[in-house]
């Protein structure tokens, strides 16, 4: 399986962060937590913590690269701030150590400039009538009304950063299962 190959290649490095990106109801939490439970150590930051809310994905994607990356990367700790989605309102700020094992989950989180502060990078493809299905089966009624919203968000992010051009890994979720692709980076 590939992805014992991915966590057996970041075991045997120094590799510190991965990061997991695609759209809503790709599978990235499923392919994130997985990929945990392979690689030692390893804890997850899930962008849906991050997102101040549902017109939030711009400014998660240069928070997370700026306030927790870009630290991490100088071999500083790095920090995220968490959003209280039941208050509608800033929740508190959490420390990540520079050699904390870090999966970083969500939509906006693999872009040229992430990459670049990163080990690893996968971008998950899932069909959208599936994707949509997923997402609505898990989140119900809180996500049915923020769809169309969040999924123009998804539409500016994908046209302005191309985050599948920054994986190394390209993992295509479709009726016979997952398909790994390693890509070639220049």
Do not use: F
Not at 44 to 60: E, H, K, S
Not at 130 to 137: D, P, Q, T, V
Not at 146 to 165: F, I, K, M, N, T
């Amino acid at each position: 399986m590939p992805l014992d190959e991915v966590a057996r290649g970041l075991g045997a490095s120094a590799a510190r962060t991965v990061l997991v990106d695609g759209r809503s109801g790709s599978g990235k939490t499923t392919l994130a937590k997985e990929l945990r439970r392979r690689w030692d150590g390893s804890q997850i930051l899930r962008l849906d913590d991050v997102y101040p809310g549902w017109d939030g994905l711009a400014w998660a994607v240069e928070h997370v690269r700026d306030e927790l990356l870009a630290p991490r990367h100088r071999g500083l700790p790095g920090r995220w701030r968490s959003w209280n989605w039941v208050r509608d309102v800033p929740g508190r700020w959490h420390t990540v150590a520079p050699g904390q094992r870090l999966i970083v989950e969500g939509v906006g989180a693999l872009n040229a400039g992430s990459r670049a502060l990163a080990d690893v990078g996968i971008w998950v493809d899932t069909p959208d009538a599936e994707r949509k299905r997923r997402a609505l089966l898990r989140d119900g009624d809180a996500y049915r009304p923020h769809w169309d919203q969040w999924a123009a968000q998804e539409e500016v992010y994908l046209a302005g950063h191309d985050p599948r051009s920054a994986a190394d890994w390209v993992v295509t979720d479709g009726p016979d299962g997952l398909r790994w692709e390693l890509t070639a980076r220049a």
